[in-house]
């Protein structure tokens, strides 16, 4: 089924309820609740230490909260617990209906790999085995990312940062996944970098008719690419809406402050 | 020439021939016996003993003889025969603090109850050839005695500090600790585990990774609280008797480093312990040893864990020589099956590679 | 060999019961879960690590008098760690026959190479394994190797081949390809040459490996599905010297390659000694 067609489009692919986390005495996560929707581009922001990378890594499954829970409505529209589906079913689907983009693409990426064989690692992880479609399809999606497919063979190391963020995307998103973590994937990139990046993500993301949940202090990445916006501080939602509504009329003294500083900047 | 590798049964008797006469060297020297080997390598015998986890110095001093003094092998072949050898049960722990002690110092205080006892100690020798030992028939003046009436109990200096709460505490446990050399390790191993290797693991390679700690790979801000060499009571519980008996005293070292410990958002700033218990008087491994255990902690006491001696699975998978000295010497074997395959493959690839090579480099 | 190891009062096949209904145990899961690898207490051996002390426990714990065994490294029964390995166990397990020929070995032991002459049904192979994890190049922390085994994860031995083919042209590793067992375990080979790998797929011996050092025991059972891992438009290729065996004229063998003078001269001859000189004798009849 491709992502383009959801039978249950009433129905959220990722719901979060009464999530709590804490460090010590630091409540990194408190009571938070979040829902998005097939397709749709939610943007998380707020200032660093707000939680909002922890929320990134439970909803991802990749920290466990202290109370709360997660749940991811598949392909075949069956919900399932994300902290309780067992490591073997949660990589499957972090390498088939899921992905994830990191703030540094070293991270995402295998150093040590080609390009394509970067790209290409997730269509064998799904068992992929024709070398010749494998190549054909990582030099469509370098193409695809603006990296020219004569760079195939080249290794990351010798791309820019730019160039590596986009490569993590297309190795991301070579998948088709439904749904797409997505943490500061602009962050630490030069300015004119940053707005082509983005560009690039708000088509593909709207191509592909990807989900994604977006962590990010960049309160006009945010603009461009979400739908939805949440505000977090100290580990709690304050406010939540429609990103224009709550750009252009924020009601949280926080979030206000938060749009001023970006205006002032 | 290509078939003397294929050797066989000749070749191989006529080496193990060449290597007895080699062994024995010149006859007219007088051959040594394994009773000079235990009485004046001592150090060597300990450390055979130590890495062989036997002890045992007759047997070591004849490892040793045997190696022609090549230490690995004499630990290889002492491990080769402790490996055969029936168990009868487990000992008690060791109580070090009741040990008979020859040496004992502890950097961190001046003076402390039981005193600073130097020992049989190369420290403050002038490291100048002592040309005197070259000539036969040297008997040393016999050291002077110290009073009995010195001879105080010995408390130890962790104990001290542990009293005033200012050395964080170790979890106590009563399960059953594994056996390294039954059961393989898999990680994390847990201290019982690392312990038990760290206390035969070689000597050279623990001193490496201590030493790495000190320039700052891993940094613990180690002191010696205290270093203790001697002679303890082993005692074992039959389960026909069903209470303790003594089977024999050995010599073991002990060092206990006392290091930094920044306290955490749960727990007041404290020293924490590194700890190195070793067979013999092999003090350079017992403090190597409790300086890496430390590193090894780095997990646990919630630091980072980036440098090579923090690395639980890197320092145990590689600190044993016998191991290590196999696999590096099995190099030495016939690997010509492999490496036809290799030859038939780089041939294969140049082959598909020249034309397009020299194309590219035409134009 | 050691001292100690002509003394009386060894077990036999030298390893006390105890020890060898652990292995036992350890490789009747081996055999249950084929290509899984099972930790075993390894035990030290008189012969170093490196040298067979996975092989030699394997076979000491199965090997019973009425045995007949068989000893080779790179295919000869002649090398020296072959001789030295036969040797052994004719000394700790009295009445052990052995042999060199591939026919009438119960039990083979090897090094590097599976016999040219097809095994059969009760035939036990031993293999011994230096590296027994396929995927310790790319991933050299075995408490994560163990998870991608557990999960089925494989993926990156896959990137690995499809690296080899963009930068070579071909899969690279001409020894210890790894196969996947059973359709479920990714299993290093030993190093045998890739040109051996198709003689363990549906093989009716059992296969045994031993990794002495690294403390690991595993095994295909007979019948077993072992395939090499390749791309559909790249597969795998047995490699072996375009060459004649100088001694039997086999064209269809494995075979090592000699220099002869320092002009470049060379020839070939078999690896497998057993099977050339059976060709030689037949051809000389």
Redesign the interface.
Known sequence: MSPGDESILDEPILSARNLSLSF??VRALDEVAIDLWPGEVLAIVGESGSGKSTLLRVLAGEARPDAGAVTYRDTTGTVLDVHNMGEPALRRLARTEWGFVRQDARDGLRMGVSAGGNVGERLMAVGARHYGDIRAEASRWLERVEISPTRIDDRPGLFSGGMRQRLQIARTLVTRPRLVFMDEPTGGLDVSVQARLLDLIRGLVSDLGIAVVLVTHDIAAARLLAHRLVVMRDGRVVEEGLTDRVLDDPRHPYTQLLVSSVLAA | M?VA?????A??ANA?AWLAEERRGDPAVPEIGTDQIGEQLTLAVDRVMAEGSCYDPGLAALAIK?SRGDLIEAI??L??????L?RFGASEPLETGAMLVRRRISATYKDLPGGQVLGPTFDYTHRLLDFALAAEGHAPSPAPEADPGEDAACPRVTAMLADEGLMAPEQPSDAEPGDV????L???AGRALRLQNLARGDEGFLLSMAYSTQRGYGANHPFVGEIRQGEVTVEIVPPELGFAIEIGDINVTECQMVNQFNGS??EPPQFTRGYGLVLGRTERRAMSMALVDRALRAEELGEEVVAPAQNE?FVL?HSDN??A??????LK??????F??????VR??RA??TPQAMREAAE | ????MQNEG?NFA?L?EGTKRMIRRALLKAVAVPGCQI????????L????G?GGIQVTASIVGPEDVLKVI????D????A??IR?FFARVAPGLRTTERTVEASIIQT???IPETPLREGQVMVYQV?QPEPLYKLEP???ET?RLHALADYGLMQVKLYEDIAR???V?S???HPVMVGGRYLMAPS?????DNPKMHMSPALQLFGAG?E??LYAVPPYTDVRSLDFEDHPFVP???NGTCALCGARDT??????TDDRGGRLFVC?DTDHCGTKQAEAAA
Do not use: C
């Open positions: 010590g005495d | 290509y590798v294929k050797g066989g049964e070749a191989i193990h045997q290889f072949l491990r080769a025969y402790r490996t055969t029936p050399t039954r059961t393989p898999t990680y994390p958002r749960t699975e998978s016998v191991e000295t196999g696999f590096l010497e099995h074997l016939p690997h010509y099956v492999d036809q395959s290799e030859l038939e493959i294969a690839m598909a590679a | 060999m050691s001292a100690a060894y030298y006390d930790p075993f207490g390894s035990r030290e051996m008189p170093p690590y490196g040298w002390t490294d790179q295919g000869a002649d090398t020296t760690n001789v030295s040797r090094r590097h190479r230096p922390r075995r408490a163990k070579h042209g071909r690279g001409s020894y210890d190093p045998i040459p890739s040109f050092r403390r690991r490699l072996r010297a494995y075979l090592d390659e000699m220099v690896s």
